[in-house]
Nanobody, 120 residues
Framework: QVQVAESGGGLVQPGESLRLSCAAS????????MGWYRQAPGKQRELVAG???????NYPDSVKGRFTVSRDNAKNTVYLRMNSLKPEDTAVYYC??????????????WGQGTQVTVSS
């Protein structure tokens, strides 16, 4: 079966950088899009970054210019480079992937989440 798993979270100080990684594995026919959402306590889940298989990206204004999403199609992996981190970036970051398995229709897959904490 298809599985999505992310890693790379941790505790950093304001202004520092962090890179998250997420890999999709299993019987994958095609991946349309991969990316990241985040959710902080008391906040709604929000899109952080998305990238299609041909490299089109999507960022909200809150992270544009600071975060960069990239992917390695050969490895079915997406990355999120986060620069100039702020305490407001503290959240659980979830990887997602829109995948067509070899024997099924398109659906979204989600990782378990990785905690990012920005604090001095």
């Amino acid at each position: 079966q298809v599985q999505v798993a992310e890693s790379g979270g941790g505790l950093v100080q304001p202004g520092e950088s962090l890179r998250l990684s997420c890999a999709a594995s299993g019987n994958i026919f095609d991946i349309q899009e991969m990316g990241w959402y985040r959710q902080a306590p008391g906040k709604q889940r929000e899109l952080v970054a998305g990238i299609t298989r041909i490299g089109r990206t999507n960022y909200p204004d809150s992270v544009k210019g600071r975060f960069t999403v990239s992917r390695d199609n050969a490895k079915n992996t997406v990355y999120l480079r986060m620069n100039s981190l702020k305490p407001e970036d503290t959240a659980v970051y979830y990887c997602y992937a829109r995948i067509r398995p070899t024997t099924a229709s398109w659906r979204d897959y989600w990782g378990q989440g990785t905690q990012v904490t920005v604090s001095s």
